[in-house]
């Protein structure tokens, strides 16, 4: 809990107090979204492929397919070109996403 309030000073400073850590508070969520934005189709294409690389057969992940495979992870350009493919799908499914619930919502009007 907060400070006892013995005065209109007090309160002042707890105000004070309180307005700086929700600014603190309010920076930290806009980095951790910054964050976000700037990464989620990486996490996206890390995520998809490393669970598609352990569904594959023992055999493959050893040889040329997993060798392929292998290379296409492990080349930065490569995987940013899929990570803008994938946001391009991405935002294309949310605008037929989008367009299908403005003819849904217009229907029950």
């Not at 934005?37 to 352990?54: L, P």
């Not at 991405?90 to 003819?103: N, P």
């Amino acid at each position: 809990m907060g400070k006892k309030i013995n005065s209109i000073e007090s309160i002042d400073n707890e105000i004070l107090r309180l307005q700086s850590k929700a600014k603190e508070l309010e920076s930290r969520l806009d980095n951790s979204l910054d964050f976000l934005q700037d990464n989620y189709s990486s996490m996206i294409m890390n995520s998809v492929f490393s669970k598609a690389g352990s569904l594959l057969p023992a055999g493959i992940k050893g040889g040329i397919a997993g060798t392929i495979l292998s290379f296409i992870l492990g080349n930065e350009k490569l995987v940013e070109a899929f990570s803008r493919v994938t946001n391009h799908l991405v935002e294309k499914a949310a605008d037929g996403i989008d367009k299908l619930a403005d003819k849904i919502v217009k229907k029950k009007e």
